[in-house]
């Protein structure tokens, strides 16, 4: 047998190093071409949010036109619009769901519009991005972001939301 001189073992280390470094760098690549996507997916969906709201804003400034023109014709004042669907709703009530392995959308299911909105990042124990900061949510809307566990950091229970007229933030469950 032959034995192995002290040039050889080294040699042999470093190339194991190499190849445990080179499947590191692999992994992470991977994992940043996944968050990128994410990204990109919550992108297109706060696109499409943008463009609903516009819409509803266009239609809101309708039915007051109509609303304001009914007013100036009649001897009562204008009554505000009534919609069923909204009734017995909580003002704002937050929900989550889950888009995607890190994507997650914030719906609001109350009767009111939300302003001001944004996610408490000191309560986050994980990587959040494209995260809602002073946004304006009308009922049945939802905004998108992304949330990744770190290595040492899991997925919390819960994200904490707050809002404008609500000093405190409230605590919405992550689904399981």
Known sequence: MVAMQAGNIATWVGIVITLVISLVTRHDAKRQ?????????????????????AIAVEEGLAKA????AQAQNATTPPQPLATPE?????????DLQRRGKHAYL????????????????????????NVPEN?????????????????GHPLPGEVWVRWDGQEEPVAVPLPR
């Not at 036109?65 to 304001?68: A, D, Q, S």
């Not at 909204?86 to 937050?94: H, M, S």
Request: proline letters at 4%.
């Open 65 to 68: 036109l109509k609303l304001l």
């Open 135 to 151: 946004a304006t949510v009308r009922p049945g809307e939802s905004l998108q972001f992304l949330m990744v566990p770190t290595f």
């Open 86 to 94: 909204l009734a017995g709703r909580p003002a704002v009530g937050w």
């Open 33 to 53: 071409a996944e968050i990128a996507e994410e990204a990109n997916i919550a992108g297109q969906a706060q696109v499409e949010a943008a463009e609903r709201r």
């Open 106 to 129: 914030l719906r609001n299911g109350g009767a009111e519009t939300a302003t001001g909105v944004h996610l408490d990042r000191n309560r986050a124990t994980a990587i959040l991005r």
